[in-house]
């Protein structure tokens, strides 16, 4: 990291731009990638990294660095509680390391030394307690992280882990709109069958299934077919 600080206009500049990128149209991807961009330069990082925890897995992977380093860009994977990344998400807590050549928690010691990385500070994403994923910043040389390095970090993270935790709601949302209106579609759909074939209601079940089945069809493209059939009688 550079010696020279930046200021705290320069702080609060970067915190308003990721504030206003977290509330744009923009894809997640495209969030994640500037505020790992925005964090670097306001930090002199050689490399700012964010990580996202699969909570079914308990894996660790990039999903976002403003670095083009083909080496550092490799698909990586991290458990829960191994390497740093993997300890600061299962402990919830900051960690500076001076030199990460020198630390044996510290996994990537061959990329580290290709990439000339020396000292690390890493942050939690957290969403009210829960670990959403881990960011880190790198420097070129020895630095003793202060205490306005780790807050501003520490801001970023829990911004960048309400992006994450927004759109996974809205995506959650969608589907369970989408899973809803299927399902109306389809007793809509068994009312049909009932009525015009005299079927009971399991068996109008079973014949949309295995409509569905047969024509290699969503259940609810089959509903959708009956109701319209229905319509234009």
């Not at 080496?71 to 500076?96: C, D, H, Q, S």
């Not at 009525?195 to 024509?215: C, N, P, Q, T, V």
Request: aromatic letters at 4%; glycine letters at 4%; one cysteine or more.
């Amino acid at each position: 990291m550079a010696k020279k600080k930046s200021s705290y206009k320069t702080y609060l500049d970067t915190l308003s731009k990721i504030s206003n990128a977290i509330t744009s149209d923009f894809y997640l991807g495209d969030v994640l990638k500037l505020i790992v961009t925005l964090t670097a330069n306001v930090m002199h990082a050689k490399i700012c990294s964010l990580w996202i925890l699969d909570e079914e897995t308990k894996d660790l992977k990039i999903r976002a660095t403003q670095t083009m380093s083909a080496e550092y860009l490799k698909e990586r994977t991290l458990k829960l509680g191994e390497g740093i990344v993997g300890l600061v998400a299962k402990e919830r807590k900051p960690l500076i390391i001076s030199d990460v050549s020198r630390d044996l928690r510290y996994k990537e010691k061959c990329l580290a030394q290709k990439e000339k990385l020396v000292s690390m500070l890493s942050v939690p994403m957290l969403v009210k307690k829960r670990v959403i994923g881990v960011i880190n910043c790198y420097t070129t040389e020895e630095y003793k992280f202060t205490k306005s390095d780790i807050a501003l970090l520490s801001t970023v993270a829990n911004q960048a882990a309400v992006a994450i935790e927004n759109t996974e709601l809205v995506v959650k949302t969608k589907v369970v709109q989408e899973e809803l209106e299927a399902r109306k579609k389809v007793e809509k759909a068994k009312g049909i069958l009932m009525k015009e074939r005299g079927l009971s209601e399991e068996a109008a079940y079973r014949l949309i299934r295995k409509s569905s089945m047969d024509k290699r069809l969503q259940m609810k493209e089959i509903a959708e077919a009956i109701i319209v059939s229905s319509e234009l009688k």
